[in-house]
């Protein structure tokens, strides 16, 4: 499947900047709901949205569930060659992050403490909504400021 993908001169995968606020949407609409009914259902919707952070976060943006079915429906309804690409290096820290709160919320919720598990779900929910509706992703942005960082030893 990767193999299908575009990959830059150095070999990375190169993603259509429209996946990760489609991804985002439906990230929304599954925590969303989850927040809503909570209880066993809502416990199940968590721990399904944690497997797909996990999927995108250690086998990739090629691999992650919702990237899929972006693709599959940019070749139905034809919406042509992307606006812009990136590099999936900062979409997939943003999923690292999701899958880390995530994590943190599965226990909290496992661990009877269910308003704090809830509290953390909120978080990437109003992150994913932030993405979806305005593009901005702040995980992206976090990881850039770390490629600064990191590129300048840490002296700024």
Do not use: H
Request: aromatic fraction near 8%.
């Amino acid at each position: 499947m990767s193999r299908q993908l575009a990959r830059d001169g150095q070999g990375s995968l190169v993603i259509d900047v429209r996946g990760p606020r489609f991804g985002a949407a439906i990230t929304s609409v599954v925590l969303g709901t989850a927040l809503v009914v909570q209880g066993p259902l809502g416990l199940v919707l968590v721990a399904w949205q944690w497997l797909a952070f996990a999927i995108a976060t250690f086998a990739g943006l090629a691999w992650s569930p919702y990237g899929n079915v972006f693709r599959i429906v940019k070749r139905r309804f034809d919406l042509g060659p992307p606006p812009e690409t990136e590099t999936e290096g900062p979409p997939r820290f943003a999923q690292a992050c999701g899958f880390a709160v995530a994590s943190v919320a599965l226990v909290l919720l496992l661990g009877g403490l269910t308003a704090a598990g809830w509290v953390a779900i909120s978080v990437v929910l109003a992150l994913s909504v932030l993405l979806a509706t305005t593009g901005i992703c702040v995980g992206c942005e976090l990881y850039l400021v770390g490629q600064r960082l990191r590129a300048s030893g840490g002296r700024d």
